[in-house]
């Protein structure tokens, strides 16, 4: 069955540092997101994905947030400088269509310190 | 009024029981329904769909009623591996939309 593959599981950083989190969504996938989940809450949204750029961004995803297809097979989401409060886990996850079929990788869990 | 509510439970159950627990959703245009699954630290994974007449997918049971606005899951002889959090979700713009899930644990 075809999955979406986070690197790394886990990622501790100093608050302040840049960190790049990596996603391969399904090959055939046409939409791709970005979840967080702050440990004990809900998942929310971050980012969506489509025709190489940006359908839509929460209110989450401020200007230290950054998202890139850059080789038409990585997705990545980058945080420019880490504050506490981004310790999360977060979730890539990609949709042939954005109407069904999501499927959601194993997460990083991202430690900030 | 949040996008998507859950009882938050916990719900603890013997082996062999019945629960059932509901979701409500505010946006009434919304068109596609879900039931995910959450174990611990774990990602999101998709139980079932939830389809306007209802479905069945062996012990679990997916009702749809758009004139109050809500979803519900039953599941049926429940099992220790049942024990999870079962999040409802809702897609609306083509994005998914998270309830806070409902715990439930299934006890021998």
């Known amino acids: 069955e075809p999955e979406v593959t986070q690197t790394p599981s886990h990622q501790v950083t100093q608050m302040g540092q840049e960190v790049i989190l990596r996603c391969v969504p399904i090959s055939n996938h046409l939409y791709f997101y970005w979840y967080r989940q702050i440990l004990g809450q809900k998942v929310e949204f971050l980012v969506s994905f489509y025709n190489n750029e940006i359908s839509e961004k929460s209110e989450i995803f401020d200007d230290q947030f950054s998202v890139e297809r850059p080789d038409g097979s990585n997705f990545t989401l980058k945080i420019r400088s880490t504050k506490l409060e981004d310790s999360a886990m977060y979730f890539c996850?990609?949709?042939?269509?954005?109407?069904?079929?999501?499927?959601f990788g194993s997460g990083t869990r991202l430690t900030v310190v | 009024r949040k996008e998507v509510e859950q009882d938050p439970g916990p719900f603890n159950v013997p082996e062999g029981a019945t629960v059932a627990f509901n979701c409500t959703y505010s946006?009434?245009?919304?068109?596609?329904f879900f039931w995910y699954r959450q174990d611990c630290r774990k990602e999101p994974k998709l139980l079932m769909s939830?389809?306007?007449s209802g479905n069945e997918d062996g012990r679990f049971t997916a009702q749809l009623n758009r004139a109050s606005q809500y979803i519900s899951l039953l599941i049926r002889d429940s099992k220790l591996s049942d024990s999870a959090t079962y999040l409802c979700v809702i897609i609306n713009d083509y994005k998914l939309s998270f309830g806070a899930g409902t715990t439930v644990t299934v006890r021998a």
């Open positions: 996850a990609s949709s042939p269509t954005g109407n069904y079929g999501y499927t």
């Open positions: 946006n009434s245009a919304s068109q596609s």
């Open positions: 939830v389809y306007s």
